[in-house]
């Protein structure tokens, strides 16, 4: 009973999610020029990249690191620019996801920084090189020991939303272009290094000093702060024979709590750091409990069938808590269990906003639909926090039976009448690994997370919100057609099949009955504060 009675005192005090970031003394700001090799229509392309960032100075172990002033611009070549013409787009709105490594004594976790561009959209030249610039909130991140903490750039991603003058979407709407960091990058892609415990002392200048020392007094030796970080972000000099993954003489051998080794850990970005909210639609909860939550959710679906991706709205997610309850197995672990049901409202109704899709039906005629995700019946959030102090690991299974409207087709621009209730014939389903609790048709979402006592949730927890992912058939059509036309086998034999690949990212929550919103979660009205970004 003592270790079951430390476990539950333990994730007690994981109850604050968000652990408060010290102050830091001073900070760098980051500029990095990057190369990187593109993947276009017309072939690869070489596309010049500036990042540019602002980190502290110095932190110590243990301490929340938070990124700010996130600026990703990326210049498209005149032959991309020629790509965007080609496909009639004249206006075009950026997002970028610049994948990282963050390195500490030759242990890696991998951070995502992801961008959006100002409204309005970006006009695009008729001739010339095209500059996007996007901003956005970044993850923190947290040393587990002192020594240098390297932030280095891998991948990026470009997702170009295209449009016409008229604001229409082109066909396709959107380019996403996928770029690898070119060989000869400058550092090898390195952005930022952060020295990370205390900083080594100045020593007194004497009569006794070295001939060779700088007449300043200040140390040649790296783990300094002037020989730590530069103000490019390059890796400090090390000496002859310094092992892979060292700092450099004058840093510790080993971090604070032994922790040499360990990857640095990653959190979300920081809710409500962004300078102003994304466009959302109204999220508001009527006679809320103590108990109601807000979020919002948007992401993609895969058409296996079309072989394309369907962007699913943001949309608004009411979430009533249940009671947590403490759970013993017999192979004597602990489990923190709650079920909370939750339903989408969008002006009153249980389904999404209406969201347009298009895609290249057999292969080559483009084919615009506008659909709707209703919802069916009730929608459970069923959460489990394995208790093995300090990594508590949750798992999370959202499940929701969704049908599917068709409201409106578009065939190489002729209207396909197909009827005010064009359907799925059932809910969409997924595998149900406890069929016996949970029978019928509809959809199953995993979340994964991992909660760490002092620390940012990583991964999905249901407060702070994360990726859910999971895999859902698309069921046969019924009731589509007009005027004595049965489209149902038209629709049934495009779009219904099973291995569709769903990944939806739900933001951070908001607790609506509380007196004074909470900053960062809720706006002034009560609504959720953190918009979403959609990932593929």
């Known amino acids: 009973m003592r270790a079951r009675g430390a476990a539950i005192a333990a994730f007690v005090a994981l109850a604050p999610l968000i652990s408060s ?11 990095a020029k990057l190369p990187y090799d593109c993947a276009l229509p017309s072939g690869q392309q070489r596309v010049a990249v ?3 960032a602002t980190f502290p100075d110095r932190a110590t172990a243990g301490e929340t690191i938070h990124p700010t002033g996130v600026t990703t611009t990326v210049e498209l070549p005149v032959a991309a620019v020629a790509d965007l013409t080609t496909l009639g787009a004249t206006t075009v709105v950026p997002e970028t996801r610049l994948s990282l490594d963050i390195a500490q004594h030759g242990a890696k976790a991998q951070a995502l920084w992801r961008g959006t561009g100002a409204s309005p959209p970006v006009a695009v030249p008729a001739a010339g ?3 996007l610039t996007t901003t956005g909130d970044a993850p923190t991140v947290t040393a587990v020991a002192d020594g240098d903490l390297t932030l280095t750039a891998t991948d990026l991603g470009v997702d170009l939303s295209l449009g016409t003058a008229d604001g229409a979407p082109t066909t ?4 996403s272009l996928d770029c690898t960091l070119a060989k000869d990058a400058d550092d090898h892609g390195r952005l930022a290094t952060v020295p990370v415990g205390p900083a080594t002392p100045t020593p007194t200048p004497s009569s006794s000093a070295s001939p060779s020392a700088p007449a300043s007094g200040r140390p040649t030796d790296p783990a300094s702060p002037a020989g ?12 002859p024979g310094t092992p892979k993954g060292s700092t450099g003489p004058g840093t510790p051998a080993e971090g604070a709590g032994g922790a040499k080794g360990k990857a640095p850990k990653v959190g979300e970005s920081r809710a409500g750091s962004s300078a102003a909210r994304p466009p959302a639609p109204p999220c508001v909860k009527q006679n809320p409990t103590d108990k109601s939550l807000t979020a919002y959710i948007t992401g993609y679906s895969n058409v296996r069938k079309l072989g394309g991706a369907s962007l699913i709205p943001v949309s608004c997610v009411q979430i009533e808590q249940g009671d947590p309850d403490i759970s013993f197995p017999p192979d004597g672990s602990i489990h923190l269990l709650q079920k909370s049901a939750a339903y989408l409202d969008y002006q009153g109704r249980k389904q999404t906003p209406p969201f347009k899709s298009t895609f290249l039906t057999f292969g080559f005629t483009p084919t615009t639909a506008t659909m709707i995700l209703e919802q069916a019946g009730p929608m459970t959030v069923a959460s489990d ?3 093995v102090f300090p990594d508590n690991i949750a798992e999370t299974y959202v499940r929701a039976p969704l049908v599917l409207r068709v409201l409106d087709v578009e065939v190489n621009g002729t209207r396909l009448d197909v009827g005010p209730s064009c359907r799925t014939q059932t809910p969409l389903s997924s595998p149900e690994p406890d069929p016996a609790t949970y029978p019928g048709p509809h959809l199953v979402m995993l979340g994964k997370g991992q909660l760490i006592n002092g620390t940012d949730a990583t991964g999905y927890v249901l407060t702070s919100g994360g990726p859910l992912t999971g ?5 046969a059509f019924t009731g589509c057609g007009a005027g004595g036309e049965d489209l149902d086998r038209l629709l049934t034999a495009s779009i219904s099949g ?9 933001g951070q929550t908001c607790a609506v009955a509380v007196e004074v919103p909470t900053e960062g979660q809720c706006t002034e009205d009560h609504q959720p504060y953190v918009v979403p970004v959609p990932e593929r």
């Open 471 to 475: 895999e859902v058939t698309i069921p």
């Open 228 to 239: 730590s970080a530069s103000p490019k972000g390059s890796a400090p000099p090390k000496g």
């Open 129 to 131: 090189p095209l500059s």
């Open 385 to 387: 926090v394995l208790l």
């Open 172 to 175: 396709p709407a959107s380019l």
């Open 50 to 52: 500036r990042v540019t």
């Open 498 to 506: 099973p291995g569709n690949y769903v990944k939806q990212i739900q």
């Open 21 to 31: 970031a010290a102050a830091a003394v001073g900070s760098q700001e980051v500029t």
